[in-house]
């Protein structure tokens, strides 16, 4: 699968994630005020306590919240907690478990998930393999063979669903963008690409080496920032990639599709809402540029 192109007369897509409210439950407010700030879709991250993506009337309510302020769902985020609430995350929910009951269930939501676009189309389901190695999964997790079997059973149900799954370049060894390249390229994926975290790769690989690594497969993104030590989702600029050098290599690599903003709440959503919207037109510049 090649780079999603917007086409010559396509207008450029940026975005947000829900993940700046992921504390809270997912309300008519929260598109609002991504709407307010500039930004013309949506990723809603599918974490239950957040988003109850098993909830027809959750899902109807979404419907009508994107009609009503004009965002379009661009991706969903594939569930990676039971829950997260007051700051304490829930039981994580890993497709790369060898752990047969954990492995189905994980399964079982990401169907779920994936369900979702037959009452609320979406094109892109991000999907994490495995936990990030900060976590320190157990050693059960973020097994090779466990994955594989994972991404053949979800990249039948995407190609069922009409949606794409993104794999998420992640902080561990499943997930760095040449790891990825060759779980798609092994397994003959038909409906898989990449998702290219900026601040992840900053984190696990030289951000450019892995824009050109996985150029063939970039289907969606995560803008993020951090100091190169911790996944700190700061919004771009505020951390210290090299945005210069990480735009010119995605035009370089012919990236056309949608920049999604993917940011943590440091204590004032509405000032990181700011601050996003100054980003975004920094960004807009440069690849104008």
């Given at each position: 699968?090649?780079?999603?192109?917007?086409?010559?007369?396509?207008?450029?897509?940026?975005?947000?994630?829900?993940?700046?409210?992921?504390?809270?439950?997912?309300?008519?407010?929260?598109?609002?005020?991504?709407?307010?700030?500039?930004?013309?879709?949506?990723?809603?991250?599918?974490?239950?306590?957040?988003?109850?993506?098993?909830?027809?009337?959750?899902?109807?309510?979404?419907?009508?919240?994107?009609?009503?302020?004009?965002?379009?769902?661009?991706?969903?985020?594939?569930?990676?907690?039971?829950?997260?609430?007051?700051?304490?995350?829930?039981?994580?929910?890993?497709?790369?478990?060898?752990?047969?009951?954990?492995?189905?269930?994980?399964?079982?939501?990401?169907?779920?998930?994936?369900?979702?676009?037959?009452?609320?189309?979406?094109?892109?389901?991000?999907?994490?393999?495995?936990?990030?190695?900060?976590?320190?999964?157990?050693?059960?997790?973020?097994q090779r063979d466990a994955v594989r079997r994972s991404l053949e059973?979800?990249?039948?149900?995407?190609?069922?669903?009409?949606?794409?799954?993104?794999?998420?370049?992640?902080?561990?060894?499943?997930?760095?963008?040449?790891?990825?390249?060759?779980?798609?390229?092994?397994?003959?994926?038909?409906?898989a690409g990449i998702c290219l975290d900026f601040g992840h790769a900053?984190?696990?690989?030289?951000?450019?080496?892995?824009?050109?690594?996985?150029?063939?497969?970039?289907?969606?993104?995560?803008?993020?920032d951090n100091r190169g030590t911790t996944d700190d989702h700061l919004?771009?600029?505020?951390?210290?990639?090299?945005?210069?050098?990480?735009?010119?290599?995605?035009?370089?690599?012919?990236?056309?599709?949608?920049?999604?903003?993917?940011?943590?709440?440091?204590?004032?959503?509405?000032?990181?809402?700011?601050?996003?919207?100054?980003?975004?037109?920094?960004?807009?510049?440069?690849?104008?540029?």
């Open positions: 699968m090649g780079p999603v192109s917007a086409g010559p007369d396509t207008p450029v897509t940026y975005g947000l994630s829900t993940h700046l409210f992921h504390g809270e439950r997912l309300a008519r407010a929260h598109l609002d005020a991504i709407k307010a700030h500039g930004f013309d879709a949506v990723e809603v991250f599918a974490t239950r306590t957040h988003f109850d993506y098993h909830d027809p009337a959750a899902i109807d309510a979404l419907a009508g919240w994107l009609d009503a302020t004009g965002l379009r769902l661009h991706s969903v985020h594939a569930p990676i907690v039971e829950g997260y609430s007051g700051g304490t995350w829930g039981a994580p929910i890993s497709i790369a478990t060898a752990d047969t009951a954990r492995r189905s269930f994980a399964l079982k939501e990401a169907e779920a998930a994936l369900q979702m676009a037959g009452r609320l189309p979406y094109g892109i389901l991000v999907v994490h393999l495995g936990q990030p190695d900060d976590q320190q999964p157990p050693p059960s997790d973020n059973t979800l990249d039948e149900l995407a190609g069922t669903h009409g949606v794409t799954l993104a794999l998420e370049v992640i902080p561990n060894q499943l997930s760095h963008a040449q790891r990825l390249v060759d779980l798609i390229d092994g397994l003959e994926l038909e409906h900053h984190l696990v690989d030289d951000v450019v080496d892995a824009i050109e690594t996985a150029s063939g497969h970039l289907v969606t993104t995560h803008l993020h919004v771009p600029f505020d951390g210290r990639i090299d945005w210069d050098m990480a735009l010119f290599a995605m035009r370089k690599v012919g990236y056309e599709g949608a920049w999604m903003f993917e940011l943590a709440n440091t204590g004032d959503a509405t000032e990181v809402l700011r601050k996003a919207e100054q980003a975004c037109a920094r960004v807009r510049d440069i690849l104008l540029s």
